[in-house]
């Protein structure tokens, strides 16, 4: 197991599976199919991230450096926590985006019962070392584990 | 974060629970970033980023009723992203079924919403609101509230104002409390290069594939681009800025840039020059190679890769009324060459309503038409977001579009070719 500290952009605390990607996270291009039309597991639709193309998203620990695309990011990620279709958690790498922290903030002060924590700064090391399926828990000082 | 005693009054709930939340939003949106204060905003307009009423998206709606019920809404009129629909633009049976009665059923629901909140007017959607035909033409300086990707980095780099590429909803929030959280593109220092980036190619490079394979480079990076202005010139004019439109977006929508400096032409390199690069900025060489390396890694998403194209969208972002003028003589030539009348791909040109309403007085208007091209407000990337269009061999020049749909990108030359009729 390995430990990496980062900053806490909205709270919370949970443990699940994580899903990586290195490449910057198209919020739109990967959420907006599977959140239109029903997509249980919400499996990833971007077509240009092929480590995660395909994979569910629900409820997992989404490991990544940013996100990229249209700025219509942060609503998509909005409408996924209240929709309750958001990953458990999204843990940067790197600092965080304008796009993913709109949605992250917007998540936190205006859906009532969802909480998604989100973690950025984690470092370089931290994306170097998590790989798929790895057991993630989130402590609310923005400590990440990862065995 | 430091507020003034009207904003902490404001956060602390004194005018409303709901104006109070608001600007938590934009106080924590900016924590995020370390910013230390807010600042006005300076531009006579916003521009937002959602314009479409997609059942989906139930929850925005929801909030911006929130929002209208406790009459929180900004004295700042505003501009919106294209239309999802238009009936000009080809769709079957199926595809109207599932666009009207699925998708799109809040469209008109939420454009009610939007003239409460302050839609400059029924004209204002596009995602090129600052075409003079539009009028959401912000000044050097000012600061923004505006989303959409393609708008933001051009108002930034070509404009010269001052805009973080803020999400959908935190556009109108930050026009709702008149404030902006103040870093990254806001700043001095956040609008230096970390990235030089030198174009040697031999013949003029296509504004879409070298912005996104700069996108995809220098992700949210700031690039300085040298070796551009020999081939788009040193003057801002309608043929630059039109270059500049589809350049930037794909650098908007391929990586995250939400400003560039163009040696020698954009106004703050014009100003400042190399001084806009920091220390230890990283270097990426562009030539020929690079950018046919670029092209050849877009993954091919039709079912059937060599299927005969259904659709053309040409216009995301949307055109200028000089690019209607010049697809049309490129089309009209190309037939001709080919020995036809009318295109052989059912091709959509897009331009907002307030370009195309100038478009139809022009002679190139029945030009167009006689040649089999529809005109059309709509954003194109709404219409191809759905499983049908996936299944539909589309084609576009868009960079953006390529990225967010199953449509294959072509450069301007071999669009105009599989058209007209002529060898891919």
Same mark, same amino acid.
């Given at each position: 197991?390995?430990?990496?500290?980062?900053?806490?952009?909205?709270?919370?605390?949970?443990? !699940?599976?994580?899903?990586?990607?290195?490449?910057?996270?198209?919020?739109?291009?990967?959420?907006?199919?599977?959140?239109?039309?029903?997509?249980?597991?919400?499996?990833?639709?971007?077509?240009?991230?092929?480590?995660?193309?395909?994979?569910?998203?629900?409820?997992?620990?989404?490991?990544?450096?940013?996100?990229?695309?249209?700025?219509?990011?942060?609503?998509?990620?909005?409408? !996924?926590?209240?929709?309750?279709?958001?990953?458990?958690?999204?843990?940067?790498?790197?600092?965080?985006?304008?796009?993913?922290?709109?949605?992250?903030?917007? !998540?936190?002060?205006?859906?009532?019962?969802?909480?998604?924590?989100?973690?950025?700064?984690?470092?370089?090391?931290?994306?170097?070392?998590?790989?798929?399926?790895?057991?993630?828990?989130?402590?609310?000082?923005?400590?990440?584990?990862?065995? | 974060?430091?507020?003034?005693?009207?904003?902490?009054?404001?956060?602390?709930?004194?005018?409303?629970? &709901?104006?109070?939340? $608001?600007?938590?939003?934009?106080?924590?949106?900016?924590?995020?970033?370390?910013?230390?204060?807010?600042?006005?905003?300076?531009?006579?307009?916003?521009?937002?980023?959602?314009?479409? #009423?997609?059942? $989906?998206?139930?929850?925005?709606?929801?909030?911006?009723?929130?929002?209208?019920?406790?009459?929180?809404?900004?004295?700042?009129?505003?501009?919106?992203?294209?239309?999802?629909?238009?009936?000009?633009?080809?769709?079957?049976?199926?595809?109207?079924? $599932?666009?009207?009665?699925?998708?799109?059923?809040?469209? @008109?629901?939420?454009?009610?919403?939007?003239?409460?909140? #302050?839609?400059?007017?029924?004209?204002?959607?596009?995602?090129?609101?600052?075409?003079?035909?539009?009028?959401?033409? =912000?000044?050097?300086?000012?600061? /923004?509230?505006?989303?959409?990707?393609?708008?933001?980095?051009?108002?930034?780099?070509?404009?010269?104002?001052?805009?973080?590429?803020?999400?959908?909803?935190?556009?109108?929030?930050?026009?709702?409390?008149?404030?902006?959280?103040?870093?990254?593109?806001?700043? @001095?220092?956040? %609008?230096?290069?970390?990235?030089?980036?030198?174009?040697?190619?031999?013949?003029? =490079?296509?504004?879409?594939?070298?912005?996104?394979?700069?996108?995809?480079?220098?992700?949210?990076?700031?690039?300085?681009?040298?070796?551009?202005?020999?081939?788009?010139?040193?003057?801002?004019? @309608?043929?630059?800025?039109?270059?500049?439109?589809?350049?930037?977006?794909?650098?908007?929508?391929?990586?995250?840039?939400?400003?560039?400096?163009?040696?020698?032409?954009?106004?703050?390199?014009?100003?400042?020059?190399?001084?806009?690069?920091?220390? #230890?900025?990283?270097?990426?060489?562009?030539?020929?190679?690079?950018?046919? %390396?670029?092209?050849?890694?877009?993954?091919?998403?039709?079912?059937?890769?060599?299927?005969?194209?259904?659709?053309?969208?040409?216009?995301? =972002?949307?055109?200028?009324?000089?690019?209607?003028?010049?697809?049309?003589? %490129?089309?009209?030539?190309?037939?001709?060459?080919?020995?036809?009348?009318?295109?052989?791909?059912? &091709? $959509?040109?897009?331009?907002?309503?307030?370009?195309?309403?100038?478009?139809?007085?022009?002679?190139?208007?029945?030009?167009?038409?006689?040649?089999?091209?529809?005109?059309?407000?709509?954003? =194109? /990337?709404?219409?191809?977001?759905?499983?049908?269009?996936?299944?539909?061999?589309?084609?576009?020049?868009?960079?953006?579009?390529?990225?967010?749909?199953?449509?294959?990108?072509?450069?301007?030359?071999?669009?105009?070719?599989?058209?007209?009729?002529?060898?891919?």
């Amino acid at each position: 197991m390995k430990q990496f500290k980062g900053r806490v952009i909205t709270p919370g605390e949970v443990t !699940a599976e994580a899903v990586v990607t290195t490449q910057g996270f198209n919020t739109l291009a990967s959420l907006q199919m599977a959140l239109q039309f029903g997509d249980k597991e919400v499996k990833c639709g971007d077509q240009n991230n092929a480590e995660l193309h395909g994979k569910s998203l629900l409820g997992k620990a989404l490991c990544l450096p940013q996100t990229i695309g249209s700025t219509t990011g942060g609503l998509v990620l909005y409408c !996924a926590c209240a929709m309750e279709k958001n990953p458990a958690c999204m843990l940067f790498s790197g600092h965080i985006d304008s796009l993913a922290a709109a949605g992250a903030v917007l !998540a936190d002060v205006w859906v009532d019962g969802v909480t998604m924590p989100v973690i950025d700064s984690l470092g370089d090391e931290f994306l170097n070392y998590v790989k798929d399926g790895m057991k993630i828990t989130v402590s609310a000082d923005g400590t990440v584990s990862v065995e | 974060m430091i507020l003034t005693k009207e904003q902490q009054a404001i956060l602390d709930g004194e005018r409303g629970e &709901t104006l109070a939340k $608001v600007m938590k939003t934009i106080v924590m949106y900016g924590e995020a970033f370390e910013a230390e204060k807010l600042v006005p905003i300076t531009s006579e307009y916003n521009h937002l980023v959602t314009s479409f #009423g997609l059942k $989906v998206m139930s929850p925005v709606y929801d909030l911006m009723q929130k929002l209208l019920d406790a009459g929180v809404v900004s004295g700042q009129k505003f501009s919106v992203d294209p239309r999802p629909l238009d009936k000009n633009v080809p769709a079957n049976f199926l595809q109207n079924f $599932v666009f009207n009665k699925f998708m799109y059923t809040k469209q @008109d629901f939420y454009e009610e919403q939007l003239r409460k909140l #302050g839609l400059l007017d029924d004209k204002a959607f596009s995602c090129t609101c600052y075409m003079d035909e539009l009028g959401n033409k =912000p000044k050097r300086g000012d600061v /923004l509230s505006w989303a959409e990707s393609s708008a933001v980095v051009y108002a930034n780099s070509v404009l010269g104002a001052r805009c973080n590429r803020n999400s959908g909803i935190i556009d109108i929030m930050g026009s709702i409390v008149g404030y902006v959280p103040y870093f990254g593109l806001l700043t @001095d220092e956040g %609008r230096r290069a970390s990235w030089v980036v030198r174009v040697n190619t031999t013949k003029k =490079p296509e504004a879409q594939l070298l912005g996104s394979a700069i996108g995809m480079k220098v992700m949210e990076d700031v690039p300085y681009v040298i070796g551009l202005d020999k081939w788009i010139g040193s003057e801002l004019n @309608d043929s630059a800025c039109a270059y500049l439109k589809d350049f930037g977006a794909a650098t908007a929508s391929n990586g995250a840039v939400g400003l560039y400096h163009i040696a020698g032409l954009t106004p703050e390199a014009v100003e400042l020059g190399e001084e806009l690069i920091i220390e #230890g900025a990283r270097e990426y060489v562009i030539d020929d190679a690079e950018l046919e %390396r670029v092209k050849k890694n877009y993954p091919v998403i039709w079912k059937k890769p060599d299927a005969k194209p259904k659709l053309c969208f040409i216009g995301c =972002p949307h055109l200028s009324l000089e690019q209607l003028k010049d697809w049309t003589n %490129r089309i009209e030539a190309s037939l001709s060459k080919n020995g036809k009348k009318k295109v052989t791909v059912p &091709t $959509v040109l897009t331009a907002a309503p307030g370009v195309l309403e100038v478009f139809e007085k022009t002679e190139y208007a029945p030009k167009l038409k006689a040649a089999g091209v529809v005109t059309s407000y709509i954003c =194109p /990337l709404m219409y191809m977001n759905n499983p049908l269009c996936k299944k539909m061999p589309v084609i576009t020049s868009s960079n953006k579009l390529r990225t967010y749909t199953s449509a294959r990108y072509y450069t301007d030359e071999e669009i105009l070719s599989a058209i007209t009729g002529g060898e891919k």
